[in-house]
């Protein structure tokens, strides 16, 4: 008799619970943060336990990140609010549980999974912060490795065409605006040519770009383009809304870690939905490019902050 009220109070108690976070969304709608906060403190006298707490537990999938990231970036303490510099999971995890002043002795199980709720954050922080890196690392024509993999490029986009000089009018046919594409990856750095070359190296779309990019009427320059979508990829990832797109590949793809070849792959994907939307408007000249790749923009970011931002792999 005791364990069934004890169930009885356990199931009424997450009722209660699950009332207030409703109750909380509506007077946050209403009134603003500042009155959610106050069901917060409820909500934590009556539990025990912390939102993030509360969250973690009661919250799968998707949404369950998307409330632990909203409820870190509303927090009074300066450690947590900046959850994003974080990069290795038991680093922030220790801080975290510091911070909460959240012991094994009280929540157990939170204890126990702690390392694993936020595994996927602290991946796609660091993801960010590679990616920026290799955005503001300038190409050089001087570094061999750099050199290298722009001659890989030409060799992957047209494999029967000869190159007749590093310095060529031949960079345009594949997208490029100079003689000399050095010149063009100067807003995205190294990032720009390495987005293009594996877009040319691993995927059978470039070379089904390539082909489109010369469309009579509706063409535009590979290159260039692609350019352009590397500078919408990392705004969508540097403003947060990205992140949901890969906090969806850790929960339904089994994502444990995330490289740079996770960005390259987001970014073939926005380019090939980017050329499709492009020619689709059937554009009357090039000159209406901006106006197209900004009404993209507002699709994608739609897109990605729905319950399915999944960006699936191109071939």
């Known amino acids: 008799m005791s364990c069934s009220l004890d169930a009885m109070f356990s199931l009424l108690l997450r009722l209660i619970l699950w009332l207030l976070e409703q109750l909380r969304f509506c007077i946050v709608l209403v009134v603003g943060e500042s009155a959610g906060k106050a069901v917060d403190v409820v909500s934590r006298t009556i539990s025990g336990r912390h939102k993030i ?93 750099h050199e290298r993999d722009l001659l890989s490029l030409w060799d992957c986009l047209q494999p029967d065409v000869g190159l007749d000089n590093r310095i060529s009018s031949l960079w345009g046919d594949i997208g490029f605006q100079g003689t000399d594409p050095a010149t063009d990856f100067r807003g995205m750095g190294l990032l720009g040519l390495r987005n293009l070359l594996y877009l040319a190296k691993h995927k059978k779309t470039g070379q089904k770009l390539l082909s489109a990019s010369n469309h009579p009427q509706y063409g535009f320059s590979l290159a260039i383009t692609s350019i352009n979508l590397t500078g919408v990829l990392m705004d969508m990832l540097e403003k947060g809304y990205l992140r949901n797109h890969f906090y969806y590949k850790c929960c ?64």
């Open 252 to 315: 339904h793809g089994g994502a444990r870690s995330l490289t740079l070849n996770d960005l390259h792959e987001a970014h073939c994907t926005i380019l090939s939905d980017f050329v499709d939307f492009y020619q689709g408007c059937q554009p009357g000249s090039i000159m209406e490019f901006n106006i197209h790749k900004a009404a993209f923009t507002e699709v994608l970011r739609a897109r990605l902050l729905s319950d399915n931002p999944n960006l699936p792999p191109v071939e």
């Open 53 to 145: 707490q509360r969250i973690s537990s009661s919250q799968k999938g998707l949404e369950k990140f998307r409330r632990l990231e909203q409820c870190l970036a509303h927090s009074n303490l300066d450690q947590l609010k900046c959850y994003k510099v974080y990069t290795d999971a038991t680093e922030f995890s220790k801080v975290l549980l510091e911070a909460k002043e959240i012991s094994a002795a009280k929540d157990p199980e939170f204890i126990a999974r702690v390392n694993t709720t936020f595994h996927p954050m602290c991946e796609i922080n660091k993801l960010t912060t590679d990616a920026v890196a290799l955005k503001r690392t300038k190409y050089d024509s001087e570094n061999a490795e």
